[in-house]
T-cell receptor, first 113, second 115 residues
């Protein structure tokens, strides 16, 4: 039972253009959402997060949008750079004692020079 | 380097052997998590420590798995009688306590290969 889904296994974008990575979730109790970036042979690196009480959070080139009614969030990267090429994981947590993260399966982003 | 560290980075073992991994969290982070990642999947939660107390274990953590965090600092994850299905990347993460803080900081992982 996949509670967090990333339906696009891969995405290819030209340098300088916008990258849009999508994520859907099923558990309405999730109250915090995060995006992580992962390079091969490294652990995930935190990128940006959003609380369920907000619908947008921006940090430099990265913006996360949350649509609670659709149980959907997206990560926008503008402008995309070749160094952004990596696997991006969407994760969610439910308020409680542990704040454990539930991850999607990831989207491999390739930014072409 | 004050990030999360894990040791070893790679471990190759034969089926049936025991292995132990170590995680050193960021100083003063009292929350510590273990996750497992297999090919094509995202990390999956295994267990959680608040200081030295193990407060949650996933059903993925069979009886062959045991984790400890003595004195609330570093943590170890032991797998007994390894099986080929245990081959995966084992990730450790830490975070400060506080209900408003959800970001977890991950180490580089330990890649386990069971032959």
């Amino acid at each position: 039972d996949q509670q967090v889904k990333q339906n696009s296994p891969s995405l290819s974008v030209q340098e300088g253009r916008i990258s849009i990575l999508n994520c859907d979730y099923t558990n309405s109790m999730f109250d915090y959402f995060l995006w992580y970036k992962k390079y091969p042979a490294e652990g995930p690196t935190f990128l940006i997060s959003i609380s369920s009480i907000k619908d947008k959070n921006e940090d430099g080139r990265f913006t996360v949008f949350l649509n609670k009614s659709a149980k959907h969030l997206s990560l926008h990267i503008v402008p995309s750079q070749p160094g952004d090429s990596a696997v991006y994981f969407c994760a969610a947590s439910e308020f409680g004692a542990t704040n454990k993260l539930i991850f999607g399966t990831g989207t491999l982003l390739a930014v072409q020079p | 380097d004050t990030g999360v560290s894990q040791d070893p980075r790679h471990k190759i073992t034969k089926r049936g052997q025991n292995v132990t991994f170590r995680c050193d969290p960021i100083s003063e982070h009292n929350r510590l998590y273990w996750y497992r990642q297999t090919l094509g999947q995202g990390p999956e939660f295994l267990t959680y420590f608040q200081n030295e107390a193990q407060l949650e274990k996933s059903r993925l953590l069979s009886d062959r798995f045991s984790a400890e965090r003595p004195k609330g600092s570093f943590s170890t994850l032991e797998i007994q009688r390894t099986e080929q299905g245990d081959s995966a990347m084992y990730l450790c993460a830490s975070s400060p306590s506080g209900s408003s803080y959800n970001e977890q900081f991950f180490g580089p992982g330990t890649r386990l290969t069971v032959l």
